[in-house]
């Protein structure tokens, strides 16, 4: 190769397209350098995130109303809960859920093949939602199949029931919860939360109210599948006023109305008043309808205030106000699925070996309360609670 002349004008040029040369050439080596793959990195303290925790399997016995408009679609919000398996009298409709929430038709059981869950490893728990006079023989049935249950409330047609389910669950070692599904949302918590903490003062009374209008056929109104307004609607009344004052009644009064030209009220009462006296002095005045409009609400009178849960007992839509010094205030929260709440909460005592915040104490003190209402309003008097 000829050397350039440097005093050759056009050695710059040579020089200058040379050393372009020189650094495209440059620039390509270091692009072919840069590695295509990433280095096999690794943190030096690996943090390994916890896995999504098991569900619990759920066997939903009975598909009523309540079983397939609320809990079936509940099982969506939930995190620690899953439908595995389904109970019913109804083949087809059964086969029907089934096929839409993805449950294997082979855990499709009928009321006879019901015992059969003993050999189905999938179900944690059992999920009773027929009618009252069905809790007891059902959860006796699921507590010797092996399974943990929640319960419907009320939580059975008489006391002697509840303990028979009380003591079969301790026998078999296994959780018994009823469903209060209020007891696992926002609203009636935070309630709890302000007039135990004494944010209206001391709590002097309690008016609450559960009406509806509840039309023909319906396991409600029959006296052999344990119906009533009560039981049905007026315990959500006689529940709130246990869980705000956090005590149980000493004693109670009741009126009944069973309009004898109504086919509806044949055997079982349209309305019934009570009033509970508790052991601090709180005086609660509750009613519950099968004939009326809805009214679904709570009022908790204190000494400097008084809060308001209006509506308080429905699925969706609670109000929380408290009045205080002559001034309201509404409590904004987040509204959450009752349902999800609940049955979430009965999988960590499942899957955890927690307690359930509603065990079957707490469906027994009602009914036990339930039973003095019942005898009240036959005798006219005021009854003592049993313990
Ligand atoms: P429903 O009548 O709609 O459903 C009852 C289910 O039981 C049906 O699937 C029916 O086929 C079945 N069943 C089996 N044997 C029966 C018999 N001998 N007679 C009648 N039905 C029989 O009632 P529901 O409204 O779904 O209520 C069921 C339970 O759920 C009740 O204990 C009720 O108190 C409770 N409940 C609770 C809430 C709540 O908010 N927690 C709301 C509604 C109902």
């Not at 398996?85 to 993805?102: N, T």
């Not at 003591?167 to 469903?179: F, P, S, T, V």
């Not at 519950?288 to 008084?306: H, I, K, M, P, V």
Request: proline content about 8%.
């Amino acid at each position: 190769m000829i050397a350039p002349n440097p005093n050759d004008p056009d050695r710059r040029t040579f020089l200058a397209v040379a050393g372009a040369g020189v650094l495209v050439s440059n620039i390509m080596a270091q692009k072919q350098a840069v590695p295509l793959a990433p280095p096999d990195k690794q943190p030096p303290d690996l943090k390994v995130p916890d896995p999504p925790k098991k569900p619990a399997g759920y066997a939903i016995v009975g598909l009523g109303q309540l079983a397939l408009e609320q809990v079936m679609p509940a099982f969506a919000e939930c995190k620690r809960s899953k439908p595995v398996a389904l109970v019913s009298g109804h083949p087809d409709k059964a086969k029907k859920v089934a096929a839409a929430y993805g449950i294997d038709p082979k855990n499709v059981y009928d009321y006879q093949t019901y015992d059969k869950l003993a050999d189905n490893p999938a179900v944690d728990a059992v999920y009773i939602i027929l009618p009252n006079s069905m809790h007891a023989e059902y959860t006796l049935r699921g507590l010797k199949a092996g399974k943990h249950v929640l319960c419907e409330k009320p939580m059975a047609a008489n006391v002697a029931e509840c303990e028979r389910m009380i003591d079969a669950a301790k026998e078999a070692k296994k959780k018994l919860m009823i469903a209060y599904r209020l007891r696992y949302e926002p609203f009636n918590m935070k309630a709890i939360e302000l007039v135990r903490g004494g944010e209206i003062g001391k709590l002097k009374s309690i008016t609450a109210s559960h009406c509806q209008n509840t039309e023909a056929p319906n396991i409600r109104l029959s006296r052999e599948l344990a119906g009533g307004p009560v039981g049905d609607v007026g315990i959500y009344c006689l529940n709130a006023c246990r869980y705000l004052t956090g005590e149980e009644p000493t004693e109670v009064t009741a009126v009944a109305q069973q309009p004898k030209d109504d086919p509806r009220f044949k055997e079982v009462p349209e309305s019934v008043t009570f009033t509970l006296r508790f052991p601090s002095g709180v005086i609660a005045t509750c009613d519950c309808s099968f004939g009326t409009d809805e009214s679904r609400r709570y009022r908790a009178l204190g000494a400097d205030g008084f809060l308001e849960l209006d509506p308080s007992f429905p699925y969706h839509g609670l109000r929380l106000r408290v009045q205080k010094g002559g001034k309201i205030s509404e409590y904004k929260l987040e509204e959450k699925n009752h349902f999800a709440g609940e049955m979430d909460h009965f999988s960590e005592c499942v899957l955890d070996g927690k307690d359930p915040r509603t065990p079957g104490e707490e469906g027994l003190a009602d009914v036990r309360v339930i039973a003095a209402i019942e005898e009240a309003w036959k005798i006219g008097k005021m009854v003592a609670v049993s313990k």
